[in-house]
């Protein structure tokens, strides 16, 4: 905890000298960048560390499990992890456990030979070739860059809060350039993660198998899935979509550990971690009461739209519009960054999101989140049993066979819970 203090105090002060002295308002490459990916991998060891060596097993989850780093690293093997060159810039963030795998040469073997749940030599003769992947998310780079160059400046967000726009657009009209303006915005956001990502694949880094077909899978630590964003039919398929790495992040150092309102906490430490501007906070403060209220609205009523396809498709057409809508009317804050303009365009649409929610909290009611080992079985529930059985015979052992043998139950784990 003292760590997590210290390396988000460190980076908010990075933050505010970024914004406040340097440039405000802009979106400039300076050090606050690396500074966030540098956050997240020294938070994130430092809890793997805590659970691998202080705490007991029986006490982690499943995930948790996994990831437990149960050797303190050298001084090498620290640093490499947090300043390797090729997530320096952009990340994306991955585990230490995947990284050193990766840098002392084992993650091919292993993944291979469980990528379909048995031993099998075939692929072991041979590293993968990246090049396919490499080349797939190279050319949506570089469609994306086009776009960005192209359509984006053509329809600006900040269109939204035009005083004659406002004024003699109908409701419909501004809600579809609502909805276009902040689709246009991502292929920016598209493009530097797409790149992150190729790059390590580039190195050879991010190798997770192959599926049924024996086709390579470069996706372990991909940090967005853009036809599942574009096409989500829930607030939380958006969010599990979009910047994977960061969801899973705050997920392992807030969301799980977090003793009272998880979502929210989760929500402002997100706010906090990008930054200092007070658009993040309107941003992330209205994401709670979408994501509340999304969730009460699917726990109510989508089981009453599934028993027939023709229903079915109806619903997931409205949920698509309705998802696609409030996400829009939820980032506004996050690119206009500042209070005014953005209070004018909540205040302009006359706060209707904000107040559906809170009419949807008051009305359907909302199932608590259970914290405890139940809902860790829910998530994981084919290999958690048998995983907590084989860690705790291999709870301390560290001698070299066992440590690839452990290794490799946690890749598989890792490999089972990412398909899942």
């Known amino acids: 905890r003292y760590c997590f203090v210290f390396a988000l105090g460190y980076l908010t002060v990075c933050q505010i000298t970024r914004v406040y002295i340097f440039d405000y308002g802009q979106y400039s490459a300076d050090f606050s960048g690396p500074m966030m990916i540098i956050t997240q991998k020294i938070t994130s060891l430092a809890f793997e560390i805590h659970d691998g060596m202080f705490r007991k097993n029986d006490d982690l989850t499943p995930s948790q499990r996994c990831l437990a780093v149960r050797r303190m690293p050298s001084l090498l093997e620290y640093l490499s992890y947090n300043c390797n060159f090729m997530g320096i810039l952009a990340g994306p963030l991955c585990s230490y456990k995947d990284y050193i795998t990766f840098i002392e040469g084992r993650s091919y073997q292993l993944q291979q030979s469980e990528a379909n749940g048995k031993e099998d030599t075939k692929y072991e003769q041979t590293d993968p070739s990246p090049n396919i992947a490499v080349a797939q998310k190279l050319l949506i780079c570089g ?147 979408m994501t509340l209220a999304a969730r009460a609205l699917r726990n109510n009523i989508r089981h009453y739209f599934i028993e027939s396809p023709a229903v079915k498709l109806c619903y997931d057409i409205t949920t698509w519009m309705a998802t696609q809508v409030a996400i829009s009317y939820t980032v506004v804050p996050f690119v206009l960054l500042s209070v005014k303009p953005s209070f004018t365009f909540y205040s302009s649409c006359y706060f209707c999101l904000h107040i559906a929610s809170i009419v949807v909290l008051l009305v359907f009611p909302l199932k608590r989140t259970q914290k405890g080992s139940k809902k860790h079985e829910s998530i994981q529930p084919v290999w958690s049993k048998k995983l907590e059985e084989e860690n705790l015979l291999q709870k301390n052992s560290y001698s070299t066979t066992n440590n690839s043998f452990n290794q490799k139950q946690e890749i598989t784990c890792r490999y089972q819970a990412l398909k899942q």
């Not at 990502?197 to 899935?225: E, P, Q």
């Not at 574009?230 to 969010?239: A, D, V």
């Not at 992040?249 to 997100?270: D, G, H, M, N």
Request: glycine share 4%; hydrophobic share 45%; aromatic share 20%.
């Open 143 to 289: 469609l994306s860059l086009l776009f960005h160059m192209t359509i984006t400046k053509t329809l600006p967000v900040e269109y939204n809060i035009d005083d004659n726009f406002r004024a003699t657009a109908s409701w419909p009209v501004r809600f579809f350039y609502l909805y276009v303006s902040l689709m246009a915005a991502r292929p920016k956001y598209y493009f530097a993660w797409t790149l992150a990502d190729a790059i390590n694949n580039a190195a050879g880094f991010g190798f997770r198998g192959y599926d049924k077909n024996g086709v390579t899978r470069w996706d372990l630590i991909s940090n967005l899935r853009i036809q599942q964003i574009e096409f989500s039919t829930s607030f939380k398929m958006f969010l599990d979509n979009w910047n994977i790495q960061t969801a899973l992040w705050l997920k392992r150092v807030c969301y799980e550990r977090a003793t009272f309102s998880p979502t929210i906490q989760t929500f402002i430490l997100s706010a906090i971690w990008h930054g200092v501007y007070p658009g993040y906070y309107l941003t992330f403060l209205t994401g709670v009461l």
